[in-house]
Nanobody, 123 residues
């Protein structure tokens, strides 16, 4: 059974940094992609960033480019999201997810999800 467990969320002042982690287990991820999504209150879940497990190809939504970095440790099966220069509009529950094959920005393509971790950025 695939399990994804996020950690690292919290409360941070605007301009600060946080690093989210997602511990993955239950499958061999070599031919999969891993993504980060977020959902703010009253809004739909949106794509943030993703990385292919093999090769490390990455993709970001425009609003986080230059501020967030997605990476993975293939030896530990951990996905990371380093978030710098945080803004109040980054406040959301952040989810990691996995899908077979290449990166997708639509959540429907992802078949397993973590429980989410809250990120709150104060102004």
């Amino acid at each position: 059974q695939v399990q994804l467990v996020e950690s690292g969320g919290g409360l941070v002042q605007g301009g600060g940094s946080l690093r989210l982690s997602c511990a993955a287990s239950g499958r061999t991820f070599s031919s999969y992609s891993m993504g980060w999504f977020r959902q703010a209150p009253g809004k739909e879940r949106e794509f943030v960033a993703a990385v292919t497990w093999t090769g490390g190809y990455t993709r970001y939504t425009d609003s986080v480019k230059g501020r967030f970095t997605v990476s993975r440790d293939t030896t530990k099966n951990i996905l990371y999201l380093q978030m710098n220069s945080l803004k109040p509009e980054d406040t959301a529950v952040y989810y990691c997810a996995t899908k077979p094959g290449p990166i997708a920005t639509t959540s429907d393509w992802y078949d397993y999800w973590g429980q989410g971790t809250q990120v709150t950025v104060s102004s």
